[in-house]
């Protein structure tokens, strides 16, 4: 399986922004795409995840209400959008993916395929 992430870029706090994570290789239907990201001195966190066999998301408190994964299975791509950007939410924004059953977890060791990064800057 292979990820790769874009969209990144330098917006102002209060804007929008969308990633994309354009997934390929074999996949099946009980693989679950994954975003996290990790801020300048920080380790890496848990920010969304989307199981592609039902559509079940789950997302970590801090972007609730803000963002949204979702997942297009005819362009084999998920996205992250993502409104009303604030400081905080600046970092590198990773893709991710690991094929099981059962819950969505958050813990990143349990991610078997990464993409590379994408910068994300919101200015205040």
């Known amino acids: 399986v292979q990820l790769q992430a874009s969209g990144g870029g330098l917006v102002q706090a209060g804007d929008s922004l969308r990633l994309s994570c354009a997934v390929s290789?074999?996949?099946?239907?009980?693989?679950?795409v994954g975003w996290f990201r990790q801020a300048p001195g920080k380790e890496r966190e848990f920010v969304a995840a989307?199981?592609?066999?039902?559509?079940?998301?789950r997302y970590t408190d801090s972007v609730k209400g803000r963002f949204t994964i979702s997942e297009d299975n005819a362009e084999n791509t998920v996205y992250l959008q993502m409104n009303s950007l604030k400081s905080d939410d600046t970092a590198i924004y990773y893709c991710?993916?690991?094929?099981?059953?059962?819950?969505?977890?958050?813990?990143?060791?349990?991610?078997?395929?990464w993409g590379q990064g994408t910068l994300v800057t919101v200015s205040s």
């Open positions: 991710a993916a690991y094929q099981a059953f059962g819950p969505i977890t958050t813990t990143s060791s349990f991610y078997r395929y």
């Open positions: 290789g074999r996949t099946f239907s009980t693989v679950t």
């Open positions: 989307i199981r592609r066999s039902d559509g079940i998301d």
